[in-house]
């Protein structure tokens, strides 16, 4: 049984910091690419971070360029998200997703094409 588990959302001020995580099991880590989207209220889910099996081929949104940094230890079968100068606006459920590759149009219908969800985290910044 594939599951992916999502931790590390809390309240934050505006300027602060989070790392979220998503511990995978059931399925060979290594040979996915793992994403993060999040969904925030009466929005649809976007795309934020794409990463490669090897981590080679990296992806971000517009919106959290140059803020967030995806990472991933494919020993420990964890995928993370580091989160810096969040923004009211970052305020959303936040899930890990796992698919065969991170093409250019992962993002698309909200992550229509993976595979595999967690069940999310949330993350609220007050202002």
């Known amino acids: 049984q594939v599951r992916l588990v999502e931790s590390g959302g809390d309240l934050v001020q505006a300027g602060g910091s989070l790392r979220l995580s998503c511990t995978v099991s059931?399925?060979?880590?290594?040979?996915?690419?793992m994403a993060w989207f999040r969904q925030g209220p009466g929005k649809e889910r976007e795309g934020v971070s794409c990463?490669?099996?090897?981590?080679?081929?990296?992806y971000y949104g517009d919106s959290v360029k140059g803020r967030f940094t995806i990472s991933r230890d494919n020993a420990e079968n964890t995928l993370y998200l580091q989160m810096n100068s969040l923004k009211p606006e970052d305020t959303a459920m936040y899930f890990c997703?796992?698919?065969?590759?991170?093409?250019?149009?992962?993002?698309?219908?909200?992550?229509?094409?993976?595979?595999?969800w967690g069940q999310g985290t949330q993350v609220t910044v007050s202002s």
């Open positions: 990463m490669s099996e090897t981590g080679v081929v990296i």
């Open positions: 997703a796992a698919d065969w590759a991170c093409g250019e149009n992962w993002y698309q219908g909200g992550g229509a094409d993976f595979d595999y």
């Open positions: 059931g399925l060979r880590f290594d040979d996915y690419a």
